[in-house]
């Protein structure tokens, strides 16, 4: 699925370009930790301000639109407390407009908040085979964790039999009980989420790519079996026209997962009990100076750029490359939004540049602490601003609002059309 910059689809006549639409979601987990900036929000911002300054730039081509999704559905495939996580999606959407999401110029909504998301979910979802299902792996995952054993058992070539399968499924029923509907087949929901505003492109990491493959397989699956309107005349169907849904291409990013600082082990999280294990949005330079100190790292004198073997070095050397990285993006004006994840410099060069200097491991963790106080304070200050100003006058409603009109807009005609596709008008 190699990324692409649009989407062309035949008719009768000439080839149509699809206007580009770019989608992505976070659930509503409070305010975000430097995983998840590096890996995902930071890169949302840079595809913004580059197809801010492509509109800017050319009016001969459709406006591009951007849909940035804060999913509360997906939250609640596991226990949430309501008043926690009523805090957490305010927090979330604070959090986006502080790092310089704008709602003028994208969609920040929330997906709880536009129905056409769970509907298209249910009408996607009889589309897709409980043994699809069952093979994605963020599910054979839980059920990993849940027998206690490291990792998922891949099945052998060719899959399970229909006998297997069902003893499979008994297992679960039988043995875990607290893996739920929602959780099983929230991967559907996830290309509802996509396919609901037609989307050409999605900003993901590498994990993320079998689930933006079951999107595509659904989209194809509903352009093959739902071809055309029932109520569309006869003297049209004879036509080409393109499909119904695009097939949505992965814009990957770049920067490798980042690590717990107390445990290089394990990806950094916000499930960790330990808090230092973790920079947030909203830490101040002294807690982040203090967390730093105490990051996890190794014996070795020398600076060098080793994710297996060394990993907390590698991890803090891949936060300092990926902040630089951001920092340069900032300056730039470039119209290439495929660019943004892909320029700056690499955690090796950092490694370079660190070991010819002789600090050690305390030059590296000054250059990460001064890195990440430098982003990191004028975001926290906006942030702080953005809850002030939410106190006052309920200005996160009025954003809220706002990416729902606009979002409704979009998910309502597609919803219109698939369920009349399908025969339900």
Same mark, same amino acid.
Request: a neutral charge.
């Given at each position: 699925?190699?990324?692409s910059?649009?989407?062309?689809?035949?008719?009768?006549?000439?080839?149509v370009?699809?206007?580009?639409?770019?989608?992505?979601?976070?659930q509503?987990?409070?305010?975000?930790?430097i995983?998840?900036l590096?890996?995902?929000l930071?890169?949302w911002?840079?595809?913004?301000?580059?197809?801010?300054a492509?509109?800017?730039s050319?009016?001969?081509t459709?406006?591009?639109?951007?849909?940035?999704?804060?999913?509360?559905?997906?939250?609640?495939?596991?226990?949430?407390?309501?008043?926690t996580?009523?805090?957490?999606?305010k927090?979330?959407?604070a959090?986006?407009?502080a790092?310089?999401?704008?709602?003028?110029?994208?969609?920040?909504?929330?997906?709880?908040?536009?129905?056409?998301?769970?509907?298209?979910?249910?009408?996607?979802?009889?589309?897709v085979?409980?043994g699809?299902?069952r093979?994605?792996?963020?599910?054979?995952?839980k059920i990993?964790?849940?027998?206690?054993?490291?990792?998922?058992?891949?099945?052998e070539?060719?899959?399970?039999t229909?006998?297997?399968a069902?003893?499979?499924?008994?297992?679960v029923?039988e043995?875990?009980r607290?893996?739920?509907l929602?959780?099983?087949?929230?991967?559907?929901l996830?290309?509802?989420?996509?396919l609901?505003?037609?989307?050409?492109?999605?900003?993901?990491?590498?994990d993320?790519?079998?689930h933006?493959?079951?999107?595509?397989?659904?989209?194809?699956?509903?352009n093959k079996?739902?071809?055309?309107?029932h109520?569309?005349?006869?003297s049209?169907?004879?036509?080409?026209?393109?499909?119904f849904?695009p097939?949505?291409?992965?814009?990957?990013?770049?920067?490798?997962?980042?690590?717990?600082?107390?445990?290089?082990t394990?990806?950094?999280?916000?499930?960790?009990?330990?808090?230092?294990?973790?920079?947030?949005?909203?830490?101040?330079?002294?807690?982040?100076r203090?967390?730093?100190?105490?990051a996890?790292?190794?014996?070795?004198?020398s600076?060098?750029f080793?994710?297996?073997g060394r990993?907390?070095?590698?991890s803090?050397?891949?936060?300092?490359?990926?902040?630089?990285?951001?920092?340069a993006?900032?300056?730039?004006?470039?119209?290439d939004p495929?660019?943004?994840?892909?320029?700056?410099?690499?955690?090796?060069?950092?490694?370079?540049?660190?070991?010819?200097?002789g600090?050690?491991? /305390? *030059?590296l963790? !000054?250059?990460?602490?001064?890195?990440?106080? &430098?982003? $990191?304070?004028?975001?926290? #200050? =906006?942030?702080?601003?953005?809850?002030?100003?939410?106190a006052?006058?309920g200005?996160?409603?009025?954003?809220? /609002? *706002?990416?729902? !009109?606009?979002?409704s807009v979009?998910?309502? &005609?597609? $919803?219109g059309?698939?369920? #009349? =596709?399908?025969?339900?008008?």
């Amino acid at each position: 699925m190699p990324p692409s910059r649009g989407y062309a689809s035949l008719s009768s006549s000439a080839p149509v370009q699809r206007p580009m639409c770019i989608f992505s979601g976070i659930q509503p987990t409070g305010v975000p930790h430097i995983g998840n900036l590096l890996g995902a929000l930071f890169n949302w911002v840079s595809i913004q301000n580059s197809l801010q300054a492509s509109r800017a730039s050319s009016s001969s081509t459709p406006p591009p639109e951007l849909y940035f999704s804060i999913v509360g559905l997906h939250a609640l495939t596991i226990p949430q407390n309501p008043a926690t996580l009523a805090q957490e999606r305010k927090d979330m959407l604070a959090s986006l407009l502080a790092i310089g999401l704008d709602p003028e110029q994208s969609t920040i909504y929330h997906q709880d908040e536009v129905g056409e998301h769970a509907q298209l979910h249910w009408l996607l979802s009889c589309l897709v085979s409980m043994g699809r299902l069952r093979r994605m792996t963020t599910w054979k995952g839980k059920i990993a964790t849940a027998r206690g054993t490291a990792t998922p058992v891949e099945p052998e070539q060719g899959g399970p039999t229909a006998g297997e399968a069902d003893e499979g499924i008994a297992d679960v029923d039988e043995e875990h009980r607290d893996l739920s509907l929602g959780l099983f087949s929230y991967p559907v929901l996830q290309a509802a989420d996509i396919l609901l505003y037609k989307a050409t492109h999605v900003p993901i990491g590498q994990d993320q790519v079998q689930h933006l493959e079951l999107a595509r397989d659904i989209a194809a699956t509903f352009n093959k079996r739902f071809p055309s309107s029932h109520t569309t005349p006869k003297s049209s169907k004879s036509r080409r026209e393109p499909p119904f849904f695009p097939l949505p291409q992965p814009l990957i990013t770049s920067t490798p997962k980042i690590l717990s600082l107390r445990d290089p082990t394990a990806k950094m999280s916000k499930s960790a009990p330990d808090p230092a294990s973790r920079i947030l949005l909203t830490d101040d330079d002294t807690a982040i100076r203090a967390k730093v100190k105490r990051a996890v790292t190794d014996t070795e004198r020398s600076i060098s750029f080793d994710p297996e073997g060394r990993p907390g070095v590698s991890s803090l050397l891949s936060i300092i490359a990926a902040l630089r990285s951001y920092q340069a993006q900032q300056t730039q004006s470039t119209l290439d939004p495929f660019a943004a994840a892909s320029a700056g410099v690499t955690p090796k060069e950092v490694a370079q540049q660190l070991d010819s200097s002789g600090g050690g491991h /305390a *030059l590296l963790k !000054e250059t990460v602490t001064s890195a990440l106080i &430098e982003v $990191l304070g004028p975001i926290r #200050e =906006r942030f702080q601003q953005l809850k002030e100003r939410e106190a006052q006058s309920g200005y996160l409603e009025q954003v809220a /609002a *706002l990416g729902r !009109e606009k979002a409704s807009v979009r998910a309502k &005609e597609t $919803l219109g059309e698939v369920k #009349e =596709r399908m025969g339900l008008r």
